[in-house]
T-cell receptor, first 113, second 115 residues
Framework: GQQLNQSPQSMFIQEGEDVSMNCTSS?????WLWYKQDPGEGPVLLIA?????ELTSNGRLTAQFGITRKDSFLNISASIPSDVGIYFC?????????????FGKGTKLSVKP | DSGVTQTPKHLITATGQRVTLRCSPR?????VYWYQQSLDQGLQFLIQ???????AKGNILERFSAQQFPDLHSELNLSSLELGDSALYFC??????????????FGSGTRLTVV
């Protein structure tokens, strides 16, 4: 089945630093999404990308849909303590049994004040 | 509040038992998805229902089953429970479009502990 490789697995950074994480796949996706999960909660959608090459921002977050459609990255600028959590990438294709989201294993972000 | 309601929030049960997890999707959403999140396994897709019908199946064990009712709420039944079934179980829903893209809205999950 399709698998997503997400890296790094975890990050420990200082408040104010920029963060970068990425996700790669052996197969293409029509849509890439980035979610954040806080402890004890369900994942919350941060950014959705629909077109190869697309660069989208949401506040301090910027994500890109790779031109090969097999990868995506997420950048967080000027990190703050509330950025702590697990970030998941997810790929999605059109239609049928492929319509469900395939998730990466997550990047756990820790921010030191 | 995401609009997706899952009950119960926590469940502790013994091996060999059967439990039912419940999910009410966001108002207007026709698709319901179930995911399992174990410690080192990320989010694993189990099953999807669209408007009462099974639409897609992932790595769901034969001991597990689900259904979506006419009022669109869904239940995930887990039977003959094993220690390895301990995990967070998430329900998610998505919009009216059968081919909806753009991600799902997740509930807060049910934490199942099998002892």
């Amino acid at each position: 089945g399709q698998q997503l490789n997400q890296s790094p697995q975890s990050m420990f950074i200082q408040e104010g630093e920029d963060v970068s994480m990425n996700c790669t796949s052996s197969s293409i996706f029509n849509t890439w999404l980035w979610y954040k999960q806080d402890p004890g909660e369900g994942p919350v959608l941060l950014i959705a990308l629909y077109k190869a090459g697309e660069l989208t921002s949401n506040g301090r977050l910027t994500a890109q849909f790779g031109i090969t459609r097999k990868d995506s990255f997420l950048n967080i600028s000027a990190s703050i303590p509330s950025d702590v959590g697990i970030y998941f990438c997810a790929g999605q294709n059109y239609g049928g049994s492929q319509g469900n989201l395939i998730f990466g294993k997550g990047t756990k972000l820790s921010v030191k004040p | 509040d995401s609009g997706v309601t899952q009950t119960p929030k926590h469940l502790i049960t013994a091996t060999g038992q059967r439990v039912t997890l419940r999910c009410s999707p966001r108002s207007g959403d026709l698709s319901v998805y179930w995911y399992q999140q174990s410690l080192d396994q990320g989010l694993q897709f189990l099953i999807q229902y669209y408007n009462g019908e099974e639409r897609a199946k992932g790595n769901i064990l034969e001991r597990f089953s689900a259904q979506q009712f006419p009022d669109l709420h869904s239940e995930l039944n887990l039977s003959s429970l094993e220690l390895g079934d301990s995990a967070l179980y998430f329900c998610a829903s998505s919009g009216r479009d059968r081919e909806a893209l753009g991600g799902y809205t997740f509930g807060s999950g049910t934490r199942l502990t099998v002892v």
